[in-house]
């Protein structure tokens, strides 16, 4: 795909010339860099010639059209080449959120289970100014429990820490939906205020007993879904991985380097259902439940292909989405982002994933600012630059807390802006 696209850039860069300048330039433009005896100016003239439409041979780098050279220098690896930018421009770091927000991807773990930890969990979201925490750890029966009376003991953080519920996928079969129901009925009247996340190995790895992959769309999987609309709350869901996971680990895949830190992110395709096939479960489990609230965590991994996002979120009304983890697709596309975000406000909902208070500042610089070509917090996701997106207040308002309580009626809704 990248090559044609090369090829055709090409040609269409020809045919302009070869109108303006008349045959001779054609031929001269046609002719390779290195054929022309060192006419293709400073630098030029000492590549090797490829044929139009081929890409570089490994080691070398595309100096002219189509003249390729290698570095004199052994070149650094992709881990220690680390140029130092040169850009001067305005930077506006932001410690702090402009509006108080709900991190809806929580994963506190251990932090809400005692005063301590909840005291701990406190100040650093007082730091950036998240005022609610949801935790998204699946906790279900006496781990539940536990959380929630530490929560209610603590002054400081009993408004501040609402949790969701775990569903227990195992053994799904004949009798599954009513136990489930059951759990899922107990916690919520302990006080969960939602289900999630939903885990990525719902899809990718659950079995059923009898040895099957467990479908997100599985029927027997229905009642549940249907007794989170009943119950009025929402249901938030992990479902597989960036698609490059899926996809081979060559030197084209942008996650080449993460998926070499951590190889167990690979999905190769012998093993595992592809990255489309997951996304069609998903949609028609959505699709089932039009009276159940869904929020796809990650964007549903589809930051990368907002127009996708877009055709999902208008042909699902029930559907929203939350941004944990993918700063760095929203980054790097600006103006894309920032129309997706105008249009989408209402469907869009903060969450931070992994807890680590020193990434949230990266998510309100690239929502808050305009400021150009900043660095992402984890270089291994992405080697790419971040732009800021300048969200207006009306929107950051909604993506930071008003969607949340919209959709979510367990959390407190007092003492917020408006
Ligand atoms: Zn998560």
Redesign the pocket.
Known sequence: MRTIMRASQHSTTRCSIVAALGLAAFVAVATPVAAQGGRGGRGGGRGTAIPPGESCPPGTTEIRPRSCMAPEAPPPSILDYRPHSTLVTTAHIVRAAKFPAIDY?G?PQSLINSADGLERLGAALDSLNVRMMVS?DNLSGARLKTALDAVRASDKMKDRVRILAGINFQNVGPGWAEKAIAQLDADVAAGAVGVG?IPKSLGLSVKKPDGSRLKIDDPELDPIWDECARLGIPVFI?TADPEEFFHPIDYTNERWLELSLFPERRYPQDRFPSFEELMTERDNMFRKHPKTTFVA?HMGWHANDLPHLSTMLDAMPNVYTEV?AVLYDIGRQPRAAHDFFVKYQDRILFGK?SFQPEEYPYYWRVFETKDDYFDYYRPYHAFWKLYGIDLPDTVLKKVYFQNALRITKGLPHAGWPN
């Open positions: 991807h994963h998204a996340e992990h965590a944990g994933d």
